[in-house]
């Protein structure tokens, strides 16, 4: 599991399968990317853990954002 996997495991099942959809998407767009954590939401960067942040995501109570 990685780092964003293990944030996502908080959330319900059917909030956690589209998150994790999104993230498998995420994935097969930016291969290369560094999956982390920042200001508390699953962030992918390019160019390392202190790169340039791409896109991010995250749940809350009645929506799922991407950003």
Do not use: C, W
């Not at 930016?30 to 200001?39: D, F, N, R, W």
């Amino acid at each position: 599991m990685t780092v964003i996997d293990d944030h996502l495991a908080r959330f319900d099942e059917a909030q956690q399968a589209a998150l994790l959809g999104t993230v498998a998407t995420i994935r097969r767009a930016l291969p290369g990317a560094t999956e982390v954590i920042s200001y508390g939401m699953p962030t992918f960067k390019i160019d390392g853990p202190t790169g340039v942040a791409v896109i991010g995501l995250d749940g809350f109570v009645k929506h799922n954002s991407l950003f």
